[in-house]
Every structure is written in C-alpha cells, then in structure tokens.
C-alpha cells in the first residue's frame, strides 16, 4: 500500500517504520516546510493518507485529503470543535475519514472498561470520580484527546455530570481530568472513583508510542478502499 505521511514528527517517524516493515511504501513525508506535498496531485499518489501534525493544522490536511480522493487516517488531538464539519463534508463529498483519539489495542479496551466500569458506577452516589493523565512536555494540548473520549463516556454515563473541568473546581456537575506534563511519559490515563470506605482505580500506561503507531498503520489497511466515516471501533470489532 502506498502511505502519503502528513506530519514527520514523533508519530509521524514511528509510523514510517512499522508501516515499511508490514512492506508498505511511504510516497510522501509531509511536514511544516514541505505542504506543496499536500496538493491534489502529489497527495493522489497515495492509497492512504496518516495525519498526526498538530491541532492548528489537522482540519486543513484532512481537507485536502478529500479533494484528492484519498482516505485519511487522522490521530491529531486538540481539533474536535471542527469535526462535525468533517465529518459533513467526507460524506457530502463521498469520502473515507477515520479519526482516533487513541489508536493503541490497550486504550481501546481500557475505553471498554471504562464504559462498563462508568454504568456500575451510575447507581452508586457515595463515589465522587475524577480524571487523571499523564504526557510528556511538548504535547500541545490539555487534556488529552483520550482523556477527553474516557471523559465523554463518564459523562454520558454518570447522573449529574454535565461536563469536564481541567482545573481544580468544587462544581460536583463537572469532572476534573487533572493533566500532567513529565518527559519522557508516552502517556498514562488513570480513572479514579473515590469514597470514605475505599477506592476503584483504572489505569493505562502507554510504554511506548509503538502501540499508537501499529494502530494508526492497522487502520490505514483496513480503510484502503472503503467510503464513509469510521472509529477504531469498527477496525478492532470492539
Ligand atoms: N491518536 C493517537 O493515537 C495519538 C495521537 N497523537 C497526536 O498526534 C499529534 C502529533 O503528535 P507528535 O507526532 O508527537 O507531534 P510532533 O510535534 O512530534 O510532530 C508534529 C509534526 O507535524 C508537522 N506539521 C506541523 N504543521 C504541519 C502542516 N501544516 N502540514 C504537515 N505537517 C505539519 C511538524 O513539522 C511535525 O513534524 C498530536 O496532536 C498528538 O496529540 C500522538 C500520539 C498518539
Ligand atoms: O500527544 C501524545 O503524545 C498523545 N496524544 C494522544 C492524546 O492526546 O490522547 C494519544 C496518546 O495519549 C499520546
């Protein structure tokens, strides 16, 4: 398959090398001073394209993705306020869009614990729950993006919660994800349902950007040559 890489950052070299070693080609290495690369016909070149850039960028990108008739795989953080608009577009164009806030197999299932841990939880008020997650110090964005989806499903599920605080608040309708930049941390996530008589606690710890990278390359196989908008969800049949 031949991969049109938008964005040569962390990610971006991380995904080169498990993407030549599954024997897939990288047709273009975009980055900040090489965006010529993302014109129709250089970008037409390739059967999909890998977007992980920043969260200035990512909605151009992905616009250009669509003009050019190649599906795109998209891992930036820090955009979602402009996805319904994407995702209007992709079908109004009739294109293929993925987006993940977190590509690894670990976090998709810990989404699952999530979910099922915040349903037992629901019925349960002598729990007060709040957030926790762990990057390193050039990550642009707070909270995380993941951070921001495991929130999503705690407020869909829990009475009473309305929303999510990234500072310290007394507003018991909010929930705190209290966000942390350490280096080298590839990134941790930790869910934490507190009461006098004990704790639940769930955590992800990321070891490496490995787990993100097979993932983003494992759903840019799977997105080769489909129509529509799709989650990790539906490439991991979770
Ligand atoms: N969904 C997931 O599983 C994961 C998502 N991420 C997200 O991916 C994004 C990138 O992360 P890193 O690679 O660590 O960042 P990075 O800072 O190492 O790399 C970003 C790259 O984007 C390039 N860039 C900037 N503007 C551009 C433009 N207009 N066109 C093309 N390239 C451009 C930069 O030159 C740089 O090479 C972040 O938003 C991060 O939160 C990171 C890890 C996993
Ligand atoms: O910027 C990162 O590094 C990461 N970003 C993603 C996020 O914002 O959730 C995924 C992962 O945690 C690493």
């Known amino acids: 398959m031949k991969i049109a890489l938008i964005g040569y950052g962390k ?38 394209a890998i977007e992980f850039t920043t969260p200035e960028t990512a909605y151009h990108n992905i616009l250009k993705c669509f003009d050019a008739g190649v599906p795109v795989v998209c891992g930036t953080t820090g955009w979602l306020e402009k996805l319904p608009e994407v995702k209007a577009t992709c079908l109004e164009k009739h294109q293929a869009f993925l987006y993940a806030s977190n590509f690894s197999i670990g976090v998709n299932i810990f989404f699952a614990l999530n979910q099922k841990l915040a349903e037992l939880m629901a019925g349960q008020p002598s729990y007060s729950v709040r957030m926790e997650e762990i990057h390193h110090t050039q990550k642009k964005d707070a909270p995380s993006g993941t951070a921001i989806t495991l929130a999503e499903q705690i407020i869909d599920k829990i009475p ?11 507003d018991a309708s909010q929930l705190y994800i209290h966000s942390k930049r350490i280096d080298p941390a590839a990134g941790t996530h930790i869910i934490d349902y507190h009461s006098t008589i004990d704790d639940i606690t769930i955590t992800h710890t990321a070891h490496s950007r490995e787990g993100f990278a097979a993932g983003a390359v494992t759903a840019a196989e799977w997105i080769k040559g489909k129509k529509g908008i799709f989650n990790m969800g539906d490439v991991l049949n979770l």
């Open 160 to 170: 009473g919660k309305t929303g999510w605080v990234n500072d310290p608040t007394q």
């Open 11 to 48: 990610m971006g070299k991380t995904i080169e090398a498990i993407a030549t070693s599954r024997g897939h080609e990288i047709v273009h290495r975009i980055d900040i001073n090489s965006s010529h690369l993302l014109e129709k016909e250089s970008l037409s070149q390739a059967d999909v």
